[in-house]
C-alpha cells in the first residue's frame, strides 16, 4: 500500500522495484495535482486507486489498510526511500511467527542516508521515551515501513475514515504520528513485533511534507495520550520515579493538538 502526494516522477523507480507476485498494489492519493495517479495506472493497470478522505499520511494510510484485501498488508513510501525489494524480508517475518513486522534503520544491517543529525537525536529520545513507558525495545520508532496481517487491523482502532470534519481538517492520527500511534498500539494489544533491518534512501524527487519540530510535537503528543489510554485500558503498570518523569517531560513538551485535532479518547 502506498500513499502518495505529488509523486508522478518518484513511481516509475518505486514500482520497478515491487517485487512479483503481490496479490493486489493499492495506492492512496492524497489530492496530487500532477499526473500521479495516470503515471501509476500506466505502469500498473491493475492498480487500485483510493481517494483519501481528510489530509495527512496517517489517514491516508488508515483509507488503504481499509480496502487492502490481501492476508498481508505493507506499507512503503513513494518517493523512493523504502525499498520495494525488501518486502521479502518483512513477509518472512510474519511468516515465521511475527503479528507485526517494523522496519529499523538501526538496527544491524539497517541504514539510512537521509535522516539528519537533528531527525537522529530526536527518533532516539522519542524511542527511549516510549520504551520507558510502554517497556517495548524498539530501535526505530519513527520509520514508516512496516508490515503485518491484514486481521490485526480492528485491534489498531485507527481515527475513522468516515468522519467528516470541517473541510476535511485532520483529527488526531491523521499525520505523521501514525507510525508513532501504529507501533504503540501494535505493542499494547499484545501482538507479536518483530523489527526487520531495512536501509532507508533519499527521497528521488520533490520535498519532503515532514516538519521536523511540529510533527516531533505531534509523536510527543501522541506517545502521552496514548500511554494514558494504555492505564485506563488496563491495570497500571508498577508506578516508578522515572517513569513519571518520562511522562512529565513528555507533556511538557508536546504542544496541544492543533486546531481540529482530538484526542482519541475524546472520540
Known amino acids: 500500500m502506498i500513499p502518495t502526494l505529488n509523486e508522478s516522477r518518484n513511481l516509475p523507480y518505486v514500482f520497478a522495484r515491487l517485487p512479483p507476485g503481490l496479490a493486489e498494489v493499492v495506492l492512496v492519493d492524497g489530492g496530487s495535482v500532477d499526473d500521479t495517479v495516470e503515471v ?12 483519501q478522505t481528510r489530509t495527512g499520511k496517517g489517514n491516508a494510510l488508515a483509507c488503504g489498510f481499509a480496502v487492502c484485501s490481501g492476508d498481508v498488508v505493507v506499507m512503503i513510501d513513494a518517493d523512493g526511500s523504502t525499498d520495494p525489494m525488501e518486502i521479502p524480508a518483512f513477509v518472512a517475518a510474519l511468516r515465521g511467527g511475527a503479528d507485526y513486522a517494523k522496519g529499523s534503520r538501526f538496527r544491524s544491517g539497517g541504514g539510512s542516508e ?13 524511542n527511549g521515551i516510549v520504551n520507558r513507558l510502554f517497556g517495548t525495545r524498539f530501535t526505530d520508532l519513527c520509520y514508516g515501513y512496516n508490515a503485518f496481517w491484514r486481521d490485526v ?14 473541510d ?12 508513532t500511534l501504529l507501533n504503540i498500539r501494535a505493542a499494547c494489544t499484545g501482538l507479536s513485533i518483530q523489527e526487520v533491518s531495512s536501509v532507508e534512501a533519499r527521497r528521488l524527487h520533490g520535498e519532503s511534507n515532514l516538519h521536523v519540530f511540529a510533527d516531533g510535537r505531534r509523536i510527543l503528543g501522541t506517545i502521552v495520550t496514548e500511554y494514558r489510554r494504555a492505564r485506563r485500558a488496563a491495570r497500571p503498570p ?15 513538551f508536546a504542544s496541544e493538538a492543533p486546531s481540529g485535532d482530538r484526542d482519541p479518547g475524546e472520540r
Do not use: C, K, M, Y
Open 114 to 126: 537521509d535522516i539528519t543529525p537533528v531527525r537522529r537525536l530526536g527518533n532516539a529520545v522519542l
Open 153 to 166: 487491523i480492528p485491534g489498531l482502532e485507527l481515527p475513522d475514515v468516515q468522519l467528516a470534519t470541517a
Open 238 to 252: 508498577r508506578h516508578r520515579r522515572s517513569t513519571a518523569v518520562a511522562v512529565a517531560v513528555a507533556a511538557r
Open 40 to 51: 501509476a495506472r500506466t505502469l500498473r493497470p491493475d492498480i487500485r486507486i483510493v481517494r
Open 168 to 179: 476535511g481538517q485532520r483529527v488526531w492520527g491523521d499525520g505523521f504520528e501514525i507510525e
